[in-house]
DNA sequence: GGTAATTAATAACTATGAGTTATCTAATAG
DNA sequence: CTATTAGATAACTCATAGTTATTAATTACC
């Protein structure tokens, strides 16, 4: 008897645990199924603790089977990254930050800090990708992100936040529609209208702030579609089928047959935040942090 | 050639990093030194990385090898304490504790009590809710709350009490007041002033309790005010408005301008109890009972 | 209800590679 | 210039991961 993990315990477990079948996940991992149930057992025996409920055919997790997944898939992963920042470290980069953003973010901010970056740490290289807000918090918890730009007000226990960017929000009209920046007065002249909003899942804090900004226009906004893709919004837009209001620096980089009016007077701003893990371990990250965080305090 | 990293190679990694000596850290490990030699040759074949420089007579980290240290450091501890963390979830220790308590309880035993759950049973959540005496007797019925801490002699059927904390009682005085632990000799020198106590209401153990140490210096003390609150009975006594006998632990966490003198010769005493009932199935609970009863047989 | 198909576990075997002992080379200390 | 201490090399062994063959048990299907 073994009395000692090793990864390969955790990559077969990890396997049947995604697969829940011995077979398929034998085969997924190019060894026999015999050879992996003993592994899975052996490794019960050393953690005792048992991960799988075999009963009858079916193959289920344990509470425990379904922590240790999730953890494996952080340590897995975890180590990847280690690699891959290995062999920067060993030729004197610093490595990689993996970026996850909304679209929104790309417009301005993100273009900017990429050109900094490269301009301050020549040797750090970007990864990026465009997620939703608690796709993001996922991924940032699984370590396959190191940063992300969101629109939340809060974050769970281990992560920091910090606005980097404020942004007026902007109403969003048909070309054609009979309201411009010199007949708008406020929101309740919209009163009537279909509202197309990105969907409330994507983003709890966008949806409660148009909620608010209606509100203190004094009415309740019919809303006839949810989207998130903010393209999606404004060919509905575009098509007469509502109007919407979204944050202003997205009429930047799409073409089409809509007018963006600025909300100015109302308190409501978009505020895009940057997240990370408090104890993730990257150090190009701190360069990228700090980066912002000195950008954020110069501008003030 | 092995292809796959295992958890072995960085424990002899880490080893050799933290000796820098290959015999020191084989005979560390239990192994051979040749063994441990050429594992980490073959870590370094796999990583594609050197780790260490063989100078001479000396090993030393390279700059990867530093940057994996820290690293192998992380994920070995991590993984220590998923394991550790496994067995709490198998066993249902995860969950929340709910726990009422007097404001007088926070002072010293929650604090306590806290800091050595969140150490033994780090899976363990605990919910704190500053409740009265019979509040919490209630909310444990309703199992709204799992355990509580009380100031009570006796509890109905059906519920465990333990004392948990025995502290004298004190006299608050106004800081001007002309008595001081001096001059003070027992409390029959307060037979002329108003009390302010908590009311009976709130704690008729405490109220019953006054009385009798009043009795026992031979006078009925004559109550002007009751509160179910620390801050307002201290608040009542700044102002000179009476005079208070509180359990001497609450000294500590307010600034008031009060002085306390305590009373260190008389036979009452301000008990604080545990209480739970005794059907409760939360697994939790028992291991933080259990918990406050070890301790406080420690502590005899 | 009985046969076929599919599951994971068990048993017996094989062969890879971790770890062993013995030895070598090289550097410093005294 | 030995004696000592370092890590690397070489040849061997042995534990065990992973193999094939089989069993046991459940479900699916005619």
Redesign the pocket.
Do not use: D, T, W
């Given at each position: 008897?073994?009395?000692l993990i090793?990864l390969?315990h955790f990559k077969?477990f990890l396997a049947?645990a995604e697969?829940?079948?011995?077979?398929?996940?034998?085969e997924k991992l190019?060894?026999?199924?015999?050879?992996?149930?003993?592994?899975?057992?052996?490794m019960e025996e050393i953690l005792e603790v048992d991960l799988?409920v075999?009963s009858?055919?079916?193959?289920t997790l344990t509470a425990a089977g379904e922590y240790l997944k999730g953890e494996v898939e952080f340590i897995l992963n975890h180590l990847e990254v280690t690699k891959k920042q290995l062999k920067y470290v060993s030729q004197g980069d610093f490595g990689e930050v993996r970026i996850g953003f909304l679209g929104s973010a790309m417009q301005e901010l993100i273009p900017k800090l990429l050109i900094n970056l490269k301009d301050k740490f020549p040797g750090i290289r970007t990864s990026l990708e465009e997620v939703s807000n608690n796709a993001q918090i996922n991924a940032l918890l699984k370590d396959r992100l190191d940063m992300g730009f969101v629109r939340l007000s809060r974050v769970p226990d281990g992560f920091n936040i910090k606005p980097v960017y404020e942004d007026t929000f902007s109403v969003v009209l048909p070309e054609q529609y009979p309201l411009s920046s010199q007949n708008f007065k406020d929101v309740s002249q919209l009163s009537k209208e279909n509202f197309i909003l990105f969907s409330q899942d994507y983003s709890p804090l966008y949806y409660d702030t148009i909620m608010s900004i209606c509100e203190d226009a004094g009415f309740t906004p019919k809303v006839s579609h949810k989207s998130v893709h903010a393209h999606t919004i404004f060919k509905l837009v575009e098509n007469n089928l509502g109007v919407a209001i979204v944050p202003t620096s997205l009429q930047y980089g799409f073409q089409m047959k809509v007018k963006f009016i600025e909300l100015k007077n109302i308190p409501q701003k978009a505020v895009l935040s940057m997240v990370w893990k408090e104890d993730n371990r990257n150090p190009a990250l701190r360069h990228c942090v700090n980066l912002l965080l000195d950008e954020a305090s110069n501008a003030n």
């Open positions: 008897m073994s009395y090793e390969r077969y049947v697969e829940l079948h011995y077979r398929k996940a034998a190019n060894i026999s199924q015999p050879g992996l149930s003993r592994q899975i057992k052996q799988f075999r009858k055919r079916k193959v």
